[in-house]
């Protein structure tokens, strides 16, 4: 499991892109595989860390419940692994959370004062 990092490159970008499909069983699926992605990779997806939360983003603010909920357990997931991780860089995250902190979106919202928190842990 140690080289898994070496294999994210080709695994996370088309996951992240089923997050914007017409389907929301294809986004549901996709949230359950970087889910799954997370959970072995630990550490190493906080690489694509800014396109993780921009989907999250995405997610929360979906109509269908199934597709939020996977979201919320893949936001939960993700705060875990920032938060046992010292390498997470909160400085080129600031940017991406001071640019949806102006979102109207109550979902979004939600989501961000819920990192706020884990970061200032």
Do not use: H
């Not at 603010?61 to 991780?85: H, I, P, S, W, Y």
């Amino acid at each position: 499991m140690d080289d898994i990092g070496g294999y994210l490159n080709l695994l996370l970008p088309p996951v992240l892109k089923c997050f914007e499909d017409q389907q929301s069983r294809v986004r549901y699926y996709a949230c359950e595989a970087l889910y799954n992605i997370t959970k072995v990779a630990r550490g190493s997806v906080l690489v694509f860390f800014n396109e993780i939360f921009d989907g999250l983003c995405k997610l929360f603010m979906d109509l269908d419940m199934d597709v939020k909920n996977g979201a919320q357990l893949l936001d939960r997931l993700t705060k875990d692994v920032v938060a046992e991780t010292e390498s997470f860089d909160v400085e080129k995250f600031i940017p991406l959370l001071r640019e949806r902190i102006r979102v109207k979106d109550p979902f979004i919202r939600q989501l961000i004062v819920g990192w706020i928190t884990v970061l200032d842990s």
